[in-house]
DNA sequence: TTACTTTTGATCAAAAATAATCAATATTGA
DNA sequence: TCAATATTGATTATTTTTGATCAAAAGTAA
C-alpha cells in the first residue's frame, strides 16, 4: 500500500472514530508503527488532521484548509517551486500572496520566519493564521467561493493601498511573446494590483506553463524581477534573452 | 489519553457545568490532579478558560476558537436572541454581520435565505462559505487572531464603500445613560462602521449586559433601530423611554 | 491578627512516544 | 537489464508526558 491510500484510509478511519492510537492506525492499515508516525506527521503538515501524542485526531475545521484536497497530491515540484521562493523571504518582510497552488506551498517554509504576509487567499489565511511570528492583513472585497479567494473592484483598490517589499504570483501561461497571461480578468486583475504595489515581483512557474499562452493578456515580461520554475534552460532560453532574471528550483 | 482530547473533554464539561474543582476534573478524565492542574493552566493561557482557587470557570466569551466555532459555548439564550434577530433578515438583503458570540449564532438561522453577508469574521466566514444560496463579501483589513476577524483603518474605510439594509451588532454595554460601550476602541470603530453605513440597526444584547457601562463610548441610543434581548422590561424600561425600540426574544 | 487547611508549582524518576539512523526491499528511469 | 532513488520496518537515542512528593503560597476559621 502507498501513501496516497494510506492518507486516504487514515482520513476516513479518523472521520469515524473522533481519534486513533499510531498502534490502532498500524494495525488497520497494515503497517508499522514507524509508517504510521510518518505518515501522520505529513498528513498533519497539509493540515488535515491534528497529530497528538500517541495517534491523531480529526480536524474540526477543515472547509478553508482543504487547498491540498482540491488539488489532490501536491506534486513534488511545486514544492520545490516553493521552497526555493520561500527562500527569498527574509524576516521582516511585507509580502504579496497570491491566490493558487504553487504560492500556496509557500506557507510550509514560511512558518518560522518572522513577517507580515498580505494575501487574499483563505487557505494561506487558515495556514497561517496560527502562527504567532507572521502578521496577516487579508484583502477584502467580493469572496470567490470556488477558489476560496476575495476578488473584485473593492479588493483591487485595497490592495492599492498596501505596498509590500515583495510579491509571489502565479500564472496561467508565460511565453516570451506575450509575457503574462491567465484565464480569468477576476484572477488577473488581482494579479496586476499586487504586481503594481510591490518592490520585487517573484513569478511561480512550473514548467508546463511556460512557451503556454491563456487569452488574458495581463502583464509584460519586464514588470517580473525573477521567474522560479523547475523548467531546463532550453525552457527558458527565450524568456532569459528578453532580460527576465530565471532561478532554477530543485 | 493525551491532551488534545483531554482539552476537548475538559471544554466539554465546563460547558454543561459553571464551574468544576480539579478533583471532579481528574475523576471525570481518569487522570491525576497534577496532570489537570497542567492541563488547566495550559488551558488557561489560550484564554479558553479561567482558572480558579482549586479548579476553573467557564469563559463567558472565549475568544472564537478555530474558523468554524464549534458547539462549545452557545448558551439558549443568545440562540433565542440569534434566532429572532434572523427573523428579521428577508430574502435579497444585503446584511452587515458584527464580530461577536451572539451575532456568530444567527448563522444557523440564516442558511435558508438568499442574502448577501458583508462581515469582518471568519467564524462566519467559515459558517456560511458552503451555503449556497449566500454571497459573502469579506471587510479587508488588519487580522486580529485573537478575535478571528478583521480590524483597523482599513478596515473601516471598507465598510464605508458599501452600504447595507440591516446591520447585526453587538456590544459589551448598553445603558439609557451612556448609550452603547464597548472593551476597545478597535472593536468599536468596526461596529461604528457598521451602524453608519446600513439602513436599519439591529443590535443584539442579552440581559447581563444591558445597564453595564464598559469604558469606550462610541454610539448613541439613537443609532439603533430596534433591540433584541432576553431581559425583561424591568430592565429595558429606561431604554424604552428614551425612545429605543426593544424587542423580547423567546 | 494567628493557626490551620488546601492548593499550587517545582522537581524528579518512570514510562511512553517519538525522531533519527540504518539495512533491506521495492520502485523508477535510463 | 542495471543503477539510482524511494520506501519501509527494526533498532536505538532522545524527547515528552505523567504521577508522586514536598515546600511555599493562598485561602479559611478562630
Redesign the pocket.
Known amino acids: 500500500?502507498?501513501?496516497q491510500e494510506?492518507k486516504k484510509k487514515i482520513l476516513t478511519a479518523l472521520d469515524d472514530a473522533e481519534s486513533l492510537?499510531?498502534?490502532e492506525l498500524a494495525e488497520i492499515l497494515?503497517?508499522?508503527?514507524?509508517?504510521?508516525?510518518?505518515?501522520?506527521?505529513d498528513i498533519a503538515e497539509e493540515g488535515l488532521l491534528v497529530?497528538?501524542?500517541?495517534?491523531?485526531m480529526k480536524m474540526e475545521n477543515p472547509a478553508l484548509t482543504g487547498f491540498s484536497e482540491k488539488s489532490g497530491v501536491n506534486s513534488?515540484v511545486k514544492e520545490q517551486i516553493a521552497e526555493k521562493a520561500a527562500s527569498y523571504v527574509q524576516d521582516g518582510d511585507i509580502i504579496f500572496l497570491d491566490c493558487g497552488s504553487t504560492v500556496f506551498q509557500m506557507c510550509r517554509y514560511l512558518k518560522k520566519k518572522s513577517i507580515r504576509v498580505i494575501t487574499n487567499s483563505l487557505p494561506i489565511l487558515a495556514e497561517l493564521i496560527d502562527v504567532p511570528s507572521i502578521q496577516i492583513n487579508l484583502i477584502g472585497g467580493e469572496l470567490n467561493k470556488a477558489r476560496k479567494a476575495v476578488h473584485g473592484d473593492k479588493a483591487v483598490q485595497h490592495i492599492n493601498g498596501y505596498h509590500a517589499h515583495k510579491a509571489f504570483i502565479g500564472v496561467d501561461g508565460l511565453s516570451a511573446e506575450n509575457g503574462l497571461t491567465a484565464h480569468s480578468e477576476h484572477e488577473s486583475s488581482i494579479t496586476t494590483a499586487f504586481i503594481r504595489n510591490a518592490g520585487q515581483v517573484m513569478l511561480l512557474c512550473d514548467a508546463s506553463k511556460i512557451g503556454r499562452d491563456s487569452y488574458v493578456k495581463f502583464a509584460e515580461l519586464s514588470a517580473i524581477h525573477t521567474l522560479i520554475t523547475d523548467a531546463d534552460t532550453a525552457k527558458t532560453a527565450a524568456l532569459q534573452q528578453s532580460g527576465l532574471n530565471v532561478e532554477i528550483a530543485g
Open positions: 500500500m502507498n501513501f494510506r492510537t499510531v498502534f497494515e503497517a508499522s508503527p514507524a509508517t504510521i508516525r510518518r505518515d501522520l506527521g497529530r497528538t501524542h500517541g495517534g491523531a513534488p
